[in-house]
């Protein structure tokens, strides 16, 4: 993998330490986003997206801690950097939108300065000047009445304004890296509209590298422009999101996408995969979705597929293509 991408994951490798010993919540993962592109990652409740964004910020909390891999971003080693280097990358260069905003915001600051906090933080201005930002940038994001709720709490916000504040306080700064994890969950389909071409934009017009963790493949279709499908902890496939939405290669992707409600048979029936993402402490041998796969056969049990590369480019963990 080359390091002319902004981002460039190599081999991460998240665990968490129990008493049964590490648990592999993210396996092997590599993945690179070049500047202004918007890359998905999906996968079922639990597949490992949160922790992967995290460790990509040197962010995972104990007992979770990164046991291989690096985090190359413009060039640089995140994983490497002592910690006042890496807070001095992150919120400023690289930013990321938590999964749970209510746990991220602070109860006791007023949502004006918070969302103000990361220009004082990095830039020399005035607070008078920091607020006069945070007030454009929380407008931006569809926040209704921005100058009053900027004197308010964040108990007061309902979750999808809760989830604008967020936002706004990841781009602020305008990243070159912005991972977004869950981001528009919350919010109405106007409000989510809104938000995603606001990080279109910011990806086509300031060059900012997005990783946009999503459950929707219908926000994939319409901002990404590739997909990283994940399945407990490895990434299974990478594709273009072009050529993923016109059949992906593995049969997981392809329970996914049978899954989406537009594309179901006309009796309007849901297929979904049937079973259950594994629990890290009972992951199956070989490809960890062998158990729950209709196309599986001899050596899925055995060993865990490579990576094999098609002729269209997309990259693909699945014995079907050796
Ligand atoms: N603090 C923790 N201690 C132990 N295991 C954890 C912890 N946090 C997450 N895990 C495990 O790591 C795995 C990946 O979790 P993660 O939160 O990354 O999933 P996800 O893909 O983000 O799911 P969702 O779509 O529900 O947000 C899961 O098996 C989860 O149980
Ligand atoms: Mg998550």
Same mark, same amino acid.
Not at 49 to 55: E, G, I
Not at 120 to 133: I, N
Not at 236 to 262: D, I, N
């Given at each position: 993998?080359?390091?002319?991408?902004? *981002?460039?994951?190599?081999?991460?490798?998240?665990?968490?330490?129990?008493?049964?010993?590490? *648990?592999?919540?993210?396996?092997?993962?590599?993945?690179?986003?070049?500047?202004?592109? &918007?890359?998905?990652? =999906?996968?079922? /409740?639990?597949?490992?997206?949160?922790?992967?964004?995290?460790?990509?910020?040197?962010?995972? #909390?104990?007992?979770?801690?990164?046991? !291989?891999?690096?985090?190359?971003? $413009?060039?640089?080693?995140?994983?490497?950097?002592?910690?006042?280097?890496?807070?001095?990358?992150?919120?400023?260069?690289?930013?990321?939108?938590?999964?749970? +905003?209510?746990?991220?915001?602070?109860?006791?600051?007023? &949502?004006?300065?918070?969302?103000?906090? +990361?220009?004082?933080?990095?830039?020399?201005?005035?607070?008078?000047?920091?607020?006069?930002?945070?007030? !454009?940038?929380? !407008?931006?994001?569809?926040? +209704?009445?921005?100058? %009053?709720?900027?004197?308010?709490?964040?108990?007061?916000?309902?979750?999808?304004?809760?989830?604008?504040?967020?936002? $706004?306080?990841?781009?602020?700064? /305008?990243?070159?890296?912005?991972?977004?994890?869950?981001?528009?969950?919350? *919010?109405?389909?106007?409000?989510?509209?809104? &938000?995603?071409?606001?990080?279109?934009?910011?990806?086509?017009?300031?060059?900012?590298?997005? @990783?946009?963790?999503?459950?929707?493949?219908? @926000?994939?279709?319409?901002?990404?422009?590739? =997909?990283?499908?994940?399945? !407990?902890?490895?990434?299974?496939?990478?594709?273009?999101?072009?050529?993923?939405?016109?059949? #992906?290669?593995?049969?997981?992707?392809?329970?996914?996408?049978?899954? *989406?409600? %537009?594309?179901?048979?006309?009796?309007?029936?849901?297929?979904?995969?049937?079973?259950?993402?594994?629990?890290?402490?009972?992951?199956?041998?070989?490809?960890?979705?062998?158990?729950?796969?209709?196309? =599986?056969?001899?050596?899925?049990?055995?060993?865990?597929?490579?990576?094999?590369?098609?002729?269209?480019?997309?990259?693909?963990?699945?014995?079907?293509?050796?």
């Amino acid at each position: 993998m080359t390091h002319e991408s902004l *981002l460039s994951v190599e081999n991460l490798t998240t665990v968490f330490d129990t008493p049964a010993g590490p *648990l592999p919540a993210v396996d092997g993962v590599d993945l690179s986003v070049g500047r202004g592109e &918007i890359v998905a990652v =999906v996968g079922e /409740s639990g597949c490992g997206k949160t922790v992967l964004s995290l460790s990509v910020l040197g962010l995972v #909390p104990p007992p979770g801690r990164v046991a !291989a891999g690096r985090v190359f971003f $413009a060039g640089r080693d995140l994983l490497a950097l002592p910690e006042r280097e890496l807070r001095a990358v992150r919120g400023a260069r690289a930013s990321m939108i938590f999964q749970e +905003p209510m746990t991220s915001l602070n109860p006791v600051l007023t &949502i004006g300065d918070q969302v103000a906090e +990361p220009v004082r933080t990095h830039r020399r201005v005035s607070r008078a000047q920091a607020l006069e930002a945070a007030g !454009a940038m929380l !407008a931006k994001v569809g926040l +209704p009445d921005p100058a %009053r709720r900027m004197r308010g709490y964040p108990h007061e916000l309902s979750g999808g304004q809760r989830q604008r504040v967020m936002i $706004a306080m990841a781009l602020i700064l /305008s990243p070159e890296l912005l991972i977004a994890d869950e981001p528009t969950t919350a *919010l109405d389909v106007t409000v989510q509209r809104q &938000i995603l071409d606001l990080m279109t934009h910011l990806a086509r017009d300031t060059g900012t590298a997005v @990783v946009l963790v999503t459950h929707n493949l219908g @926000v994939v279709a319409q901002t990404a422009d590739a =997909v990283a499908v994940m399945y !407990a902890g490895r990434l299974v496939e990478y594709a273009r999101v072009g050529t993923f939405f016109a059949g #992906p290669a593995h049969p997981y992707s392809q329970g996914l996408l049978a899954s *989406l409600p %537009r594309l179901a048979g006309r009796g309007g029936r849901l297929s979904s995969i049937p079973g259950m993402v594994p629990s890290l402490s009972a992951l199956p041998p070989g490809c960890h979705f062998h158990p729950r796969c209709p196309r =599986v056969f001899g050596p899925c049990a055995g060993q865990a597929p490579p990576f094999f590369t098609l002729p269209d480019g997309r990259r693909t963990r699945c014995w079907l293509y050796g």
